[in-house]
């Protein structure tokens, strides 16, 4: 089991920014695909971006242009920029790893989440 720990989460105004971070231990975190989700009170869990190995990154439609997905393989760590934060992207952001080639959607193991919230 890999263990993932987010932090970085917090109370912001809309128009503010976070960056969110998603450290682990793991020696081989370089070979991962890496990925956010979040999950509203009520609702279901939603993708939110993901970084493959290669450094290629994908997004959902409703974060495109205002968060954006990186990595720093040295620090065994991932982020998440959340820029222009509206009140619709107040949720429990949550970090993901996989370690094979599969769905950018699909992952073996997550963190414990990060709660962001941002205020109108």
């Known amino acids: 089991q890999v263990q993932l720990v987010e932090s970085g989460g917090g109370l912001v105004q809309a128009g503010g920014s976070l960056r969110l971070s998603c450290a682990t231990s793991?020696?081989?975190?370089?070979?991962?695909?890496m990925g956010w989700f979040r999950q509203a009170p009520g609702k279901e869990r939603e993708f939110v971006a993901a970084i493959r190995r290669s450094g290629n990154t994908y997004y959902a439609d409703s974060v495109k242009g205002r968060f954006t997905i990186s990595r720093e393989n040295a620090k065994r760590t991932v982020y998440l920029q959340m820029n222009n934060l509206q009140p619709e992207d107040t949720a429990a952001y949550y970090c993901?790893?996989?370690?094979?080639?599969?769905?950018?959607?699909?992952?073996?193991?997550w963190g414990q989440g990060t709660q962001v919230t941002v205020s109108s």
């Open positions: 793991a020696p081989t975190f370089s070979t991962y695909r």
């Open positions: 993901a790893a996989d370690p094979q080639l599969r769905s950018i959607y699909e992952y073996a193991w």
